[in-house]
C-alpha cells in the first residue's frame, strides 16, 4: 500500500480522495487544505461520502510531509497561481514523494516546458528522489492517449482533430469561466485564455506530444477564435445570471501544421448557455459536455466520451476522470526511478482490483 496524501479539496480534490479511498493499491494517509474552516474535518466528509475516512484534513503542510508519504495528489489549481503551484509541489518532491497533479499545464510536455518550470522541478526530484506526472483531461487524456490510441486503428490518417463541446454553467469554478474565459463579460473585454499565444501555453504542448508520438515534426502552431454573444438575458443553475449581448459562447482551435496544413487540433466549444451559438457542434443528444476525438483518414472514426459525477454534472465527471487518470499512474511511477515523466511515458493501466468493489 502505498501513502497517498490529497493537496487540495476543491473540484479535483474531491475527486481524488474518492479515487485514492478505492484504489487498492493506496492508503489515504493526510488531507491538506488551505481554509482553516476545513481543518479537523473528515476526508469523508470533504469528499461528499456518507462515511468517515478516518484522516483529517490539516493545514500544516511541514507535519503531513515530514510523514514521508509516497505519494502526494496535488489538486490545488494553478491557474491563477502557478509560481505557488510549482513551489507546492516542488516541496513534495523534496520530501521525497511520488506527485501527480494536474496544476501546471507547461509540464504537460517537459520537453517543450521553459526552464522556469523544468529545473526547479528537476533540483527537487535530485534532491529528494520523487517523481512528477503532470496531466489532466482537456489538456490531458482527451488530446493525448485517447487520440493516439484510435489513431492505430486506421490506415491512413489525415488530420487528427481533437474537440471538448461544454456547458460551463455546470463548472463550479466561477472565478475561470467568468475571468479567465469571459463568460458575462461585455465583447470588449479580453479574456486571458483567449489572449493571443495563451492556448498555446496550455494546449501546446499536447500537439507536441501527440506530434511526437506520430512521428512527424510541427512546422508551427496557430491560434483561432471565435466569440459569439447572448441574444437574451439568461439565468443558469448554477453559475447565476447572464446578460444579453455578454460573452456566451467562444471556439477556438490550437492546429498543429505539418506540411502547410492544419493536421493535429485541439478545437473547444464552449457555451455559458445552449441557445448561444446554436450552429456551432453540440455534444451527442444536447448533453452538457462531450470530449471527442475525429480521425479524417480511412477509415473515418469518430470516438465521444461523456462523463458524469456528482449527481449527473459532465464537469465533475470530466474532473473525474483525469483524477483516474492520475491516481492509476502512482503504481507506475513509484516501480520507476525517480524523473519528470509525461503521457507517453505512463500508460493507462485497466481498474484491476476495483471491478464491483464497493468503498466501505
Known sequence: MTSTVVWGTGNVGRAAIRAVDAHPGLELSGVLVHDPAKDGRDAGDLAGLDHALGVTASTDVDAVLAARPGAVFYAASGDLRPDDALADICRALRAGAVVVSPALYPLYDPRSAPPEFTDPVRAAIAEGGGSLFVSGVDPGWANDVLPLLVSGLGSRIDVVRCQEIFDYSTYDQPDAVRDLIGMG?????????????????????????????????????????????????????????????????????????????????????????????????????????????????????????QAVDEGGNHAAGGNATAVGRLVGAIDWLTAHPPGLYDALDIPVPPAAGRLGRKQP
Not at 439568461?234 to 449581448?245: P, Q, R
Open 185 to 305: 463579460h461585455p465583447m470588449e473585454y479580453e479574456p486571458l485564455m483567449l489572449a493571443e499565444t495563451v492556448p498555446t501555453m496550455v494546449w501546446g504542448g499536447q500537439l507536441r506530444l501527440m506530434a511526437r508520438a506520430l512521428g512527424v515534426e510541427l512546422e508551427d502552431i496557430r491560434e483561432t477564435v471565435q466569440r459569439r454573444p447572448l441574444d437574451g438575458d439568461v439565468t443558469t443553475a448554477a453559475m447565476g445570471d447572464f446578460a444579453a449581448g455578454t460573452q456566451g459562447a467562444v471556439r477556438f482551435e490550437v492546429q498543429g501544421i505539418v506540411d502547410g496544413e492544419a493536421r493535429i487540433v485541439v478545437e473547444h466549444v464552449t457555451r455559458i448557455h445552449p441557445s448561444c451559438a446554436p450552429d456551432w457542434p453540440v455534444p451527442p443528444g444536447g448533453g452538457a459536455g462531450a470530449h471527442r476525438v475525429i480521425i479524417e483518414g480511412r477509415p473515418r472514426i469518430e470516438v465521444t466520451v
